[in-house]
């Protein structure tokens, strides 16, 4: 069954940092692209970053470009999401989610997500 | 960018009702688009992917149409567990990977 966990989420001040975390079970993140998407509160859905199956591709979307960093570690088959320079807009619930690709793309799997305040 | 602009933002409806929602991209995107419904508290679930094509597991009263532009989301029977809001998203022209603002539906 593939489940995905999320954690590392938190309170951090303005302009500090925070390291998330999202297990994967049932599957290898080799398998698939990974991303990681976010909802501000009362926002929509927001695609922040997605890594390849072999970690040598990374791309972010224009509101988190030199601040974030997405990673994989395929001998913990986990995938992480540093975040420096925090801001309030930055608040949200932070999902991974698999984008998978066959004729067309989507995000199949999801966690449930963990929640980032930034606030001073 | 691709833009993908959903309409209504909201609509309220009784169990038993008919809903269609909408989402008009900015540009062609052909019949790259999924939808997905997120319930409060719990994770976004993929509905139907490539416009048409429903997930495995999804309630056969989701239907999705559409290409080019404009697509539509129906559920031809609104039962009590889709009050929810529910999201297009687009994976035509990728980065960035966009998704509609987003429809909720409620209970009238």
């Given at each position: 069954q593939v489940q995905l966990v999320e954690s590392g989420g938190g309170l951090v001040k303005p302009g500090g940092s925070l390291r998330l975390s999202c297990a994967a079970s049932g599957f290898s993140i080799n398998d698939f692209y990974m991303s990681w998407i976010r909802q501000a509160p009362g926002k929509g859905l927001e695609w922040l970053s997605y890594i390849s199956t072999t970690s040598n591709f990374t791309t972010y979307a224009d509101s988190v470009k030199g601040r974030f960093s997405i990673s994989g570690d395929n001998a913990r088959n986990s995938l992480y999401l540093q975040m420096n320079n925090l801001r309030a807009?930055?608040?949200?619930?932070?999902?991974?989610?698999?984008?998978?690709?066959?004729?067309?793309?989507?995000?199949?799997?999801?966690?449930?997500?963990?929640?980032?305040t930034v606030s001073s | 960018d691709i833009q993908l602009t959903q309409s209504p933002s909201s609509l309220s409806a009784s169990v038993g009702d008919r809903v269609t929602i909408s989402c008009r991209a900015s540009q062609f995107i052909s019949k790259y688009l999924n939808w997905y419904q997120r319930r409060?508290?719990?994770?976004?679930?993929?509905?139907?992917?490539?416009?048409?094509?429903?997930?495995?597991?999804?309630?056969?009263?989701?239907?999705?149409?559409?290409?080019?532009?404009d697509f539509t989301l129906t559920i031809s029977s609104v039962e009590p567990e889709d009050f929810a809001t529910y999201y297009c998203q687009q994976s035509f022209r990728t980065p960035p990977i966009t998704f509609g603002q987003g429809t909720r539906l409620e209970i009238k």
């Open positions: 807009e930055d608040t949200a619930i932070y999902y991974c989610a698999t984008w998978t690709c066959g004729a067309d793309c989507y995000f199949k799997y999801w966690g449930q997500g963990t929640l980032v | 409060p508290g719990k994770a976004p679930n993929l509905l139907i992917s490539g416009a048409s094509s429903l997930q495995s597991g999804v309630p056969s009263r989701f239907s999705g149409s559409g290409s080019g532009t």
